[in-house]
Structure formats: structure tokens, C-alpha cells
T-cell receptor, first 113, second 113 residues
Framework: KAGVTQTPRYLIKTRGQQVTLSCSPI?????VSWYQQTPGQGLQFLFE???????NKGNFPGRFSGRQFSNSRSEMNVSTLELGDSALYLC????????????FGDGTRLSIL | QKEVEQNSGPLSVPEGAIASLNCTYS??????FFWYRQYSGKSPELIMF????GDKEDGRFTAQLNKASQYVSLLIRDSQPSDSATYLC?????????????FGQGTRLTINP
């Protein structure tokens, strides 16, 4: 079974630009969660989508948004990029029912110049 | 108080010994608990998950949960150099099947040959 696939693996942007990251979950998984990982703050929850609906949201500004499509693939968008948005962005998928564990993709490394 | 706390380490253990990793959490309503291993430059990899009080064993790994004390631990028996990594404790604070993982800062483990 293929794992969670994130594209692109690396991105370099400048301040003020926007970026869209993509995540394809494990086949059959309906829940997709996004996390930001930085050396200072660790792994922080951004949001979770299940059946095309945002089910949970973390404490990030509105510049961070996401969506999920009918095939469970998800995208995350960050607008008006800031230097502090430089991070590893991780996507994780699970069946979304009960307390099933999440499995992570390889992440997208975003660098803001 | 942070929601999930771990000793950041580094924790140094000789090869063949037992490594003990600890985690405390603040949300008494949490129902599911996870341990992830993260090698440098890689994404987190699920090692164990536990939902009920007591011990859960999988090969060389044992997860222990004590909900009354709000304490989760991971034991690694017969530690190998390949176990050297950062271990992340995660607690699901979502409700009704929703998933919102809160991570500790991670414990860096080094196994010395």
C-alpha cells in the first residue's frame, strides 16, 4: 500500500508570496491532518479535514488555510508568506474513525527568503 | 503548563540496555496516545499507540499508560544503535472521533555501541 505522498518536497519562496502544498493520503484514509514543524516550536497542529470538512483547527492565523477534495486529497495554502513560515510542513492521514493512528508523509520543506 | 511534556534529553543508553522514555499530558479527557520516532531529516514514523491503561507490547517496544497519573511511557528493550533518534509523544485531544494530535518536544535518544 502506498504511503502518504506530499508534493513538492522542497519550496523556496519570498516574503509576501503565497504557496500551495499538496497531500495524497493512504488509499482508504478519509482524514488528513496538517502540521508545522520548526526547531523552536516543534510539531504543531494546523488543521484536520475529514470528508471534505474541516473538523479541527489549531492556533494559526487565517493566512493558513486548507481544503479537501472528494478523493480525500488535501491542499494547504499559506498566503502573504512571512520569514517565520519557514518550516517543514507535514501531512498525516488516518481512517478518521475512532482513535486510529495517523501516518505521516515525507513533508514539504518550505524556505522563505 | 504545556499540554504534553517530555524530557528533551539527550538520553544516552548503552547498546543492549533498556531505554525508558516518559511523557506527561494535561488533558484528562484524552483517549489515545502515540509514540513516533523521527530520524534526523526524516518525518515521524509511528512506533506504538495505546488507548487503555496498562502495558502494550510490540516486539522490543512496550508502551505504558496510566490515565490516573496522566503518564505515558515507552520502553525499548535490547536497544540498538539504529534506535538512536528523537522520540515524540503525541496525545489526541480531539473529541467524537476528530483528531487533533498535540506533540511533546521530543526526547533525543542515543544508543552507544
Amino acid at each position: 500500500k502506498a504511503g502518504v505522498t506530499q508534493t513538492p518536497r522542497y519550496l523556496i519562496k519570498t516574503r509576501g508570496q503565497q504557496v500551495t502544498l499538496s497531500c495524497s493520503p493512504i488509499s482508504g484514509h478519509r482524514s488528513v491532518s496538517w502540521y508545522q514543524q520548526t526547531p523552536g516550536q516543534g510539531l504543531q497542529f494546523l488543521f484536520e479535514y475529514f470528508s471534505e470538512t474541516q473538523r479541527n483547527k489549531g492556533n494559526f492565523p487565517g493566512r493558513f488555510s486548507g481544503r479537501q477534495f472528494s478523493n480525500s486529497r488535501s491542499e494547504m495554502n499559506v498566503s502573504t508568506l512571512e520569514l517565520g513560515d519557514s518550516a517543514l510542513y507535514l501531512c498525516a492521514s488516518s481512517s478518521g474513525t475512532g482513535n486510529q493512528p495517523q501516518h505521516f508523509g515525507d513533508g514539504t520543506r518550505l524556505s522563505i527568503l | 503548563q504545556k499540554e504534553v511534556e517530555q524530557n528533551s534529553g539527550p538520553l544516552s543508553v548503552p547498546e543492549g540496555a533498556i531505554a525508558s522514555l516518559n511523557c506527561t499530558y494535561s488533558d484528562r479527557g484524552s483517549q489515545s496516545f502515540f509514540w513516533y520516532r523521527q530520524y534526523s531529516g526524516k518525518s515521524p514514523e509511528l512506533i506504538m499507540f495505546i488507548y487503555s491503561n496498562g502495558d502494550k507490547e510490540d516486539g522490543r517496544f512496550t508502551a505504558q499508560l496510566n490515565k490516573a497519573s496522566q503518564y505515558v511511557s515507552l520502553l525499548i528493550r535490547d536497544s540498538q544503535p539504529s534506535d538512536s533518534a528523537t522520540y515524540l509523544c503525541a496525545v489526541n485531544i480531539g473529541s467524537g472521533g476528530a483528531q487533533k494530535l498535540v506533540f511533546g518536544q521530543g526526547t533525543r535518544l542515543t544508543i552507544n555501541p
